[in-house]
């Protein structure tokens, strides 16, 4: 799996939108670009994934570079609940290897 | 709530003593994966299942891991011996199967390890 360059924390104030980068320069053309969140001592949760397209759902949104080189997950209105470390992962869809490899993601802190 | 179910959440054990963890994927899910997470650190594979078929083991899942997914429902992890290394938080996921679509893994909430 590729790997991927997150800023180590963000703030973002409350109401706001919060927008987390990711760069994943060595993505393979197969690979999708995945994110979680994990909130303090809690299981990660799946936020969105994609593999060209932007994509978008209840939770967030994600935007990926025509290049496929970096994308950004945006929350569009971030509240305190947002709070928590957010992981940006790329791997491969092919139904075989199925290793997830987790960095040490983004503290995002959203401020009241 | 179907969602990943852990058993226990929270384990105190003292070196050298035996442990045994339970993770109940989503009803359905085929795969099964086990990670474990430190402190600061995001989680780290450790191993999955494809049904009761055991497909992958990192080399972090020393001799003293085993882990077992009888009827290719729920899984066990058990630790021997239990070391104050092995002190973290036990995380499984499951997936529905592969292909686009399929192989997102959803997480349960984890069992925190602490061996005294």
């Known amino acids: 799996d590729a790997k991927t360059t997150q800023p180590p924390s963000m703030d973002c104030a409350e109401g706001r939108a919060a927008n987390l980068p990711c760069n994943h320069s060595?993505?393979?053309?197969?690979?999708?670009v995945y994110w979680y969140r994990q909130i303090h001592s809690q299981g990660p949760q799946y936020i969105i994934h994609?593999?060209?397209n932007n994509e978008t759902n209840e939770m967030a949104s994600l935007i990926i570079t025509e290049d496929r080189k970096s994308s950004t997950l945006i929350l569009p209105h971030a509240t305190l609940r947002d709070t928590a470390v957010y992981y940006c992962?790329?791997?491969?869809?092919?139904?075989?290897?199925?290793?997830?490899?987790f960095g040490t993601g983004t503290k995002l802190q959203v401020i009241p | 709530d179907t969602g990943v179910s852990q058993d226990p959440r929270h384990k105190i054990t003292k070196r050298g003593q035996n442990v045994t963890f339970r993770c109940d994927p989503i009803?359905?899910?085929?795969?099964l994966y086990w990670y474990r997470q430190t402190l600061g650190q995001g989680p780290e594979f450790l191993t999955y299942f494809q049904n009761e078929a055991q497909l992958e083991k990192s080399r972090l899942l020393s001799d003293r891991f085993s882990a077992e997914r009888p009827k290719g429902s729920f899984s066990t992890l058990e630790i021997q011996r239990t070391e104050q290394g092995d002190s973290a938080m036990y995380l499984c996921?499951?997936?529905?199967?592969w292909g686009p679509g399929q192989e997102t893994q959803y997480f349960g909430p984890g069992t925190r390890l602490l061996v005294l």
């Open positions: 996921a499951s997936s529905l199967g």
């Open positions: 994609g593999l060209k």
């Open positions: 060595t993505i393979s053309g197969n690979e999708y």
């Open positions: 992962i790329v791997r491969v869809s092919s139904g075989g290897y199925q290793k997830v490899t």
């Open positions: 009803s359905e899910h085929n795969r």
